[in-house]
């Protein structure tokens, strides 16, 4: 007797070739050595990307936006409905740990060089999906409408329209106007719930194929492989169920604050910061002097950071050009270097 | 030109013009249009006893934010209070008679001079005429 698994599957594969995926499926392979935790990273990424949507939907119901509205209906979802708390502290935990691990899977998978040939597209998606998420986290935090968003977007915002001859255009066209009004905060609505999500998922999408079609990297020269189906994956579903539990924890006992509704009349407030993942970037601004040679700090901090974020993003097409000898070095040297410029940075910053 | 060369030519012209007559409103659609709000030569403040001295309160002057101090001395200041760093909304420090601004630490004296931090010009000033005990600041010409 066909048990009704195999019938169903039998159904299927008629019509649709499930068995040859599953064939594919059952030699998808990982390879074990030392860094092979780190496998577990990206994964972790997808799921909370996952978690966000589930939640972004929820914390949709309430939600409305506009200068009079936002505010008062995120503290309408925290105060009134029924575990509102708990969503929004979810969504907004959730967040930060997601562009956590964007940070320590990109970093492992430079410092295990699995961005050299012909793996430099997989890398190149990565890095747009570093900037998504950053910008998923800027466009979200503005959303509630609050004192320290308005200043956060204020501060950003501004820093854009320091490009030089396109700089007020830009401004305008991201700002919605001159200023950071109800206006913005539509547009970082539709960015945040529409346009985002939309872009994310396609390159996730991309990501993830060209990973299946090149298979992990140094499969052949590691001493073991486990396979995907259904060790790496069990040993996945361990690690989301272990993350969104810390991230339950973390909402409980730490539920995201509101703070004051934004002002356009009042000043910014003392010790005022912006999320951790933007706090290098802000303290690195803030050594700079107005001026260096005539030229505004701005800018040379524009020209600093988006020039290392470029070198970052053309990183398997540099090293690949060094001469033999010094790959390796070099991986080593800027991978490692920049965690700890990273970290001092960001450390000094939330200190200081 | 040949027959295949002239259609090819035909078609990606049209193409590319179908394509920028879908571009250009999409792209001006995205540009607010302008604010035509004239901005006022003056604006009426409060009465003198509304500020104490070393106290400072925050006015919309048309589209920008200006701020209004009185020092410990008694003396008037009214400069814009958008910081001219990354656009912040600076404040009064009493403690050391200053302009602060609290995103990145920029100091500006009374007069609205960049005295320290990253600021790279000065807080525009504004006049502020006591006629009675009714303060208005009024724009510097
Ligand atoms: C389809 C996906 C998503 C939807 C529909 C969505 C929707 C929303 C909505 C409606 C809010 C406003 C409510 C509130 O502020 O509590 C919000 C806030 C926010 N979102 Fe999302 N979101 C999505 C994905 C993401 C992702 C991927 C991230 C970050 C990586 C993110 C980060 C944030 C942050 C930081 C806030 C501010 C939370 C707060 O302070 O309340 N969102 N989102
Ligand atoms: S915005 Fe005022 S010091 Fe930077």
């Known amino acids: 007797m066909k048990t009704l698994y195999d019938a169903g599957l039998d159904w299927l594969d008629e019509r649709l070739q499930v068995r040859k995926a599953m064939e594919w499926a059952s030699h998808k392979s990982v390879p074990v050595h030392q860094g092979s935790f780190f496998y577990y990273a990206g994964g972790v990424c997808l799921f909370i990307f996952g978690l966000q949507v589930f939640t972004g939907i929820l914390l949709l119901m309430y939600y409305r936006v506009g200068a009079d509205s ?25 967040a930060n740990i997601m562009v956590l691990f964007v940070f320590i899977h990109m970093f492992s998978v430079f410092l295990m060089k699995a961005f050299r040939k012909p793996r430099e597209l997989t890398w190149v998606t ?10 998923f986290g800027f466009s979200g935090y503005l959303l509630p409408w609050n004192e320290l968003a308005f200043f956060a977007t204020k501060v950003g915002t501004d820093i854009i329209g320091q490009v030089p001859a396109a700089g007020p255009w830009l401004l305008k066209f991201v700002r919605g106007g001159e200023e950071v009004t109800g206006a913005t905060l539509s547009r970082f609505f539709g960015l945040h719930v529409a346009v985002l999500p939309a872009l994310l998922s396609l390159t996730v999408g991309i990501h993830l194929a060209f990973v299946q079609i090149q298979g992990m990297a140094h499969e052949k020269e590691a001493p073991k492989t486990m396979p995907f189906f259904p060790n790496f ?40 910061k912006p999320e951790w993942y933007f706090l290098a970037q802000y303290q690195f601004l803030k050594l700079l002097p107005a001026r260096i040679l005539l030229i505004p700090g701005e800018l040379w901090g524009i020209i600093v950071l988006n020039g290392a974020g470029v070198l970052w993003l053309l990183a398997p097409f540099w090293e690949a050009a060094l001469p033999d000898s010094m790959k390796d070095g070099a991986v080593k040297l800027v991978g490692w270097g920049g965690i700890a410029g990273l970290a001092a940075m960001t450390l000094w910053g939330h200190l200081s | 030109m040949n027959r295949r060369q002239f259609i090819n030519l035909i078609l990606g012209g049209g193409a590319l013009g179908c394509l920028a007559s879908a571009v250009y409103p999409v792209l001006r659609y995205m540009m607010p249009p302008e604010q035509v709000e ?34 410990l001395k008694g003396g008037f200041h009214a400069l814009t209070a958008t910081c001219t760093h990354l656009d912040c909304i600076v404040q009064y420090q009493k403690e050391n008679d200053i302009v602060w601004c609290a995103c990145h630490n920029g100091k500006y004296d009374l007069s609205g001079k960049n005295v320290s ?24 010409a």
Do not use: Q
């Open chain 1, 233 to 272: 994956f069990l040993r996945d579903a361990v690690l989301w169920l272990l993350v969104l539990n810390a991230i339950a924890i973390l909402a409980v006992f730490f539920p995201w604050e509101l703070g004051r509704k934004a002002d356009a009349l009042a000043s910014a407030p003392a010790g005022i």
């Open chain 2, 117 to 140: 931090g990253p600021p790279p010009r000065p807080l525009d000033r504004f006049e502020v005429k006591v006629s009675g005990d009714e303060v208005a600041v009024v724009r510097t």
């Open chain 1, 70 to 94: 936002s505010y008062e209906s995120v503290r309408y979802i925290s105060s009134k409905v029924a575990y509102g708390w708990l969503i929004r502290s979810v969504h907004s935990w959730a």
């Open chain 2, 38 to 71: 004239a901005d006022p030569d003056s604006i009426k403040v409060g009465s003198t006893k509304d500020f104490p001295a070393g106290s400072s309160k925050i006015f919309k002057f048309g589209r920008k934010p200006v701020i209004v101090i009185r020092d």
């Open chain 1, 126 to 135: 990565g890095c747009a999906l570093l900037g998504l998420t950053m910008a």
